[in-house]
């Protein structure tokens, strides 16, 4: 759960202190300020987990808050009645931020006093037990106050001699993470890499990603490595929190809630052209008006994908392997205007419905090309880390139909590391300019 919900009490707590000191008149506005006030405060990252608590670090961000939640209420005053006047609300701001100040240094005392005596601590792994390794695990078991207890390493053709000076037990080598993380009930990962190339780090760390840990990364070169708000550091090493993945975090389940909702009032509003789009692929193509395919979704699962049927494969084989039917010879009038407006991509909304998909997110790929484009395409399978999408990062792009499915992988892996509410709205409006273009596939 990390500080977070204790940092937002505290604040809550000092809030009311200075409430009660200075008595303001109008309690609307009050809550409403102190609405704004933790707003700001989240969005000036005082609520992000940290490894060190510092009121310091923190004192700038603090000012800035508090005259932002300040400017807030006086313009309140415009708009709500027994608002203070100015001469009251410079009191209670005044008062608002020493509380908040005083507050916040007995919570961060607390919490320091809590890791050193034991009653927050939290297994960690080291990845990498080189030089570098040693000397995190070395200053975590000396400096309690970062709250980590270092439990073993993982690494490869590590030395016998070297593995008598490691201060914890060598576990494993870089592909047992996943199983020391749920067998050993590790919390944190700190990579200090060792004996292993980036790129077969980068897939070993995404087996986290359904974990229930925090990942923190020795950036290469962290001696000239420049530091910054964001990132944490344990005795001058600075550590790079990785971002914890899309599945993990409270917006996902949001996410969800959106799809279902857009996409059975879509299907909704959008009858009359769904019940004319049937009708025009049945006096077109006569019986079988929807097409199932079998894609491949989230982890790796089959699923059936629902289309307006363009044409008709020859059999089942056709339909598995034949790549792009967009030049088709057999494609009439009405299956090539479906393509070209994607109106035959709509009977997915029922995927979504189902839970088989997601308004955004990688295309779907059947099993054939899935198989095909694994065995020589760095990291393609990591695109099913989450569901399949109706439209995506990289077809937001324009990577659709005889493009590089390479350039499709690494837009799609870009998606997911980078997940935000707001990257799916910039692909949903992207989306809506293409179809309008009629660039569908």
């Known amino acids: 759960m990390g500080v977070a919900p204790y940092l937002v009490l505290a604040d809550v707590v000092a809030f009311a202190v200075a409430t009660v000191l200075t008595q303001p008149g109008s309690l609307v506005a009050q809550g409403l300020a102190l609405v704004f006030l933790l707003l700001v405060f989240w969005r000036a990252g005082l609520y992000r987990s940290r490894l060190t608590l510092s009121l310091l670090d923190d004192l700038p961000y603090v000012l800035a808050a508090v005259a932002v939640a300040w400017a807030f209420k006086v313009a309140m005053a415009e708009v709500l009645p027994n608002v203070d006047t100015a001469g009251r609300q410079v009191v209670h701001v005044a008062a608002l931020l020493v509380a908040v100040l005083v507050v916040r240094l007995v919570a961060y005392r607390v919490v320091h006093t809590a890791r050193c005596r034991g009653f927050v601590r939290h297994r960690t792994v080291v ?14 078991l000396e400096r309690r106050n970062y709250g980590l ?20 037990p060598l576990l494993g080598g870089y592909d047992q993470l996943g199983r020391v993380i749920r067998e050993e009930a590790v919390r944190d990962v700190i990579v200090a890499y060792g004996g292993v190339d980036e790129d077969e780090l980068v897939d070993i760390l995404r087996t986290c990603d359904r974990l229930d840990v925090d990942v923190f990364v ?57 019940a004319a789009c049937a009708v025009a692929v049945r006096v077109e193509g006569g019986p079988g008006i929807i097409f199932r395919q079998e894609r491949v979704g989230l982890d790796g699962r089959p699923f059936q994908v629902l289309k307006f049927r363009s044409l008709k494969p020859v059999d089942e084989t056709e339909s598995q392997t034949n790549w792009n039917i967009k030049h088709d010879d057999r494609l009439g009038p009405v299956g090539r205007f479906l393509r070209a407006t994607s109106l035959d991509e709509l009977p997915q909304l029922w995927n979504i419905v189902r839970g088989d998909m997601s308004l955004v997110g990688p295309r779907p790929e059947r099993p054939h090309f899935v198989n095909q484009f694994s065995a020589h395409i760095p990291r393609y399978t990591a695109r099913h880390r989450v569901p399949a999408g109706l439209t995506g990062w990289a077809q937001a792009h324009g990577l659709r139909g005889d493009t590089s499915i390479e350039d499709r992988a690494r837009f799609d892996n870009y998606y997911i590391e980078n997940w935000s509410p707001w990257l799916d709205m910039k692909i949903v409006l992207k989306t809506v300019g293409q179809v309008l273009r009629r660039q569908g596939g």
């Open 127 to 140: 990845v990498g037990a080189g030089p570098v390794g040693l000397r995190v695990a070395v200053t975590l």
């Open 218 to 274: 020795v950036p290469r070169l962290f001696e000239l490595h420049d530091i910054n708000r964001y990132t944490d550091e344990i005795w001058g090493i600075p550590l790079v929190r990785r971002r914890r993945a899309v599945y993990r975090s409270p917006w996902w389940r949001v996410k969800r809630l959106v799809d279902v909702a857009v996409s059975l009032l879509t299907l909704l509003l959008l009858t009359p052209v769904l």
């Open 149 to 168: 207890d270092p439990i073993g390493f993982l690494d490869t053709d590590v030395p016998e001699d070297a593995r008598a000076l490691l201060p914890a």
